[in-house]
């Protein structure tokens, strides 16, 4: 049946429909790949949540190379860079259980963040700010970077300016 209907066309209208199909469907899959995933926003707490809007107005455009595409819904308390895997970023959580274990065990500092450090559960690394006034955590998946921790020299100045020291 398909292919009666598609005898009768014209020969440039028979030649085109595949590639145009093609180029569809190459649209369809590839928009649906970069979009981003929903993030569920922090709630945090009213003294957070100031620190967290001045950290969300401080944070670059670019970490390493990956452009800022914030998640849906908007909102100053979540940040995102990159598409697929993006890295994401969520100001004013409540204190993660992982440092609750030993929270110097595996902590990095980075330009003078101290960092609490524990598994995303895909592959990936989940890094949350200590001794701040409010959490920040950082979510970086495996395969964004070539090292699991680059992209928190790109967002320490941001912290450090917004986010005083202190519990």
Request: some cysteine.
């Amino acid at each position: 049946m398909v292919r009666t209907v598609l005898s009768k066309l014209p020969a440039p209208v028979r030649w085109l429909a595949p590639p145009a199909v093609l180029l569809g469907c190459t649209v369809l899959v590839a928009a649906a790949w970069s979009a981003p995933a929903d993030v569920t926003p922090p709630q945090p707490s009213p003294a957070a949540a100031g620190y967290c809007q001045a950290l969300d107005r401080a944070l670059p455009a670019d970490v390493l190379g990956h452009h800022r595409e914030d998640p849906s819904p908007a909102s100053p308390y979540t940040a995102a860079w990159g598409s697929s895997p993006r890295t994401v970023l969520r100001c004013g959580i409540e204190r993660p259980s992982y440092l609750d274990d030993d929270p110097l065990k595996n902590s990095p500092e980075v330009n003078g963040v101290q960092f609490g450090m524990g598994p995303d559960g895909n592959g990936g690394y989940l890094f949350v700010t200590t001794l701040r006034k409010a959490y920040v955590e950082i979510d970086v998946p495996k395969g964004a970077y070539p090292n699991y921790i680059d992209p928190l020299s790109s967002l320490t100045d941001a912290i450090t300016a917004t986010i005083p020291d202190g519990l």
